[in-house]
């Protein structure tokens, strides 16, 4: 058994890991490692050479840059994974990512220290790329782990030139042996997969706030994006009647608040203004033109869909009233990706076992479980953001005995997941 000693020893030991691996960066004097720079590289290598320490009893690079290491145990069962990225994004935190691989690797060298073994062999993956900082796309790790990784995405490049295929090469790895038929996880993951779990801050401040050190994640939520440009009659500022006025960033401005009182009547919803501007605009001038971006997420689609029409239905009202014309673009659209329903039970069975509320929450971020879930079932936790729930900031922070908290339910999940949420292997 793993006592309370030992996961408080196992939490300090993660925190100066991610302390030491912080030293490794693209720019001084701050956090950052993108995909496939020095810095990356030699991340991948630190993460691989603790992993031998640890116990693990193969560690691996892949194709991609992915470090896995394989603790083995009842092969008969199937596999389970879990990890995070590595990458980071500019003058980022320590912990975002790399805390979902530093506390399993954690867990498994306190299990190597007793002798114990799961019934089934776990995996845990240091995903290469997740943020997309360097090249645009996102996810290059998790795509190729789970056998989903785009072609395409080799002939991204960065703001040098350089594409993700040059940026392989001159890493030492292959885009030929990533891109190949017969590569291993081709056909949806690795073989015998059984299920994803991934432990990640929670980058913002809802288990901080509500006093709770664990949450249990929902769902991923899904995304629209979309840009509102309005029209209205520029005129002079002097001479034109307020009554008679079609001013464009008046109508925007009501607009903003409808977006946000709107999403606030609405559980788990948010929506977010964040580009707001007068295209040309003067002092002197009445503004003719008002441009927008609306942001609304949920982890429900009907949700934020339902959040939308409403705000159409406001943005109509408004400009109608105003005599303003309108139009909406929309950028993106990404469906919200749920969490299993059998991990999210089989989490709030741990958390109550260790004594913790099972509480609940969505994600607003995107993580690396987003990718992996369209090959397996996936699930999560977050932990507790110290300094506000701040993140992708340097003052990013977490503490020790929130950190031996994970490491104590990460243990106690795998248990719940052999003894009652895997059924026989395929
Ligand atoms: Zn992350």
Not at 28 to 43: I, M, Q, S
Not at 94 to 111: H, K, Q, T
Not at 265 to 278: D, F, K, Q, S
């Amino acid at each position: 058994m793993i006592t309370d000693h030992d996961y408080s020893i196992a939490a300090q030991r993660i925190l100066s890991w991610a302390d030491m691996l912080a030293a490794h960066t693209d720019v001084t004097g701050e956090l950052t490692c993108t995909y496939l720079t020095p810095a990356h590289r030699a991340t991948a290598q630190q993460i691989a050479q603790w992993m031998n320490d640890c116990g693990f009893d193969e560690v691996r690079h892949d194709a991609v840059g992915n470090v896995i290491g394989r603790y083995k145990g009842g092969a008969a069962h199937g596999l389970v994974a879990t990890g995070s990225h590595y990458d980071t994004v500019r003058n980022g935190g320590r912990y975002d990512g790399r805390l979902g691989i530093l506390v399993p690797m954690a867990v498994v060298a306190a299990m190597h220290a007793r002798n114990e073994r799961l019934p089934f062999d776990l995996e845990v993956v240091g995903f290469a790329e997740e943020e997309g900082v360097r090249f645009g796309g996102t996810f290059l790790g998790s795509s190729a782990y789970a056998g989903q990784y785009d072609p395409a995405l080799l002939a991204l490049r960065d703001g040098d030139g350089v594409s993700v295929s040059e940026a392989m090469l001159a890493a030492g790895l292959d885009p030929d042996v990533l891109c190949a038929s017969g590569n291993a996880p081709a056909e949806g993951g690795p073989t015998g997969l059984r299920h994803y779990f991934e432990i990640h801050i929670e980058q913002g401040p809802v288990l901080l706030e509500t006093g709770r050190a664990l949450g249990v994640v929902s769902a991923i939520a899904g995304c629209v994006r979309r840009v509102l440009v309005l029209e209205g009659l520029a005129g002079h500022a002097g001479t034109v009647p307020m009554a008679l006025r079609r001013d464009a960033a008046a109508a925007g401005a009501e607009i903003v608040l409808a977006v946000e009182r709107i999403c606030r009547e609405r559980a788990g919803v948010v929506g977010t203004v964040g580009i707001l501007e007068v295209p040309g605009g003067s002092i002197n001038v009445v503004p003719g033109q008002c441009r927008l971006s609306l942001d609304v997420r949920a982890g429900k689609d009907e949700t934020r869909d339902a959040a939308l029409a409403a705000i159409d239905a406001e943005v109509q009202a408004i400009c109608r009233r105003r005599n303003i014309a309108w139009t909406s673009t929309e950028l993106l659209r990404a469906a919200a990706v749920p969490c299993s329903d059998e991990g999210r039970r089989l989490w709030r069975k741990t958390l109550q076992d260790i004594g913790h509320e099972p509480f609940e929450l969505s994600s607003g971020a995107g993580h690396d479980a987003m990718l992996m879930a369209r090959v397996v079932p996936v699930s999560m936790l977050f932990l507790r953001c110290g300094n506000g729930g701040i993140s992708h900031n340097p003052l990013e922070t977490v503490s020790a005995a929130d950190v031996a908290d994970t490491c104590r339910a990460t243990r106690r999940f795998l248990d719940v997941l052999a003894a009652d949420g895997l059924a026989p292997a395929r």
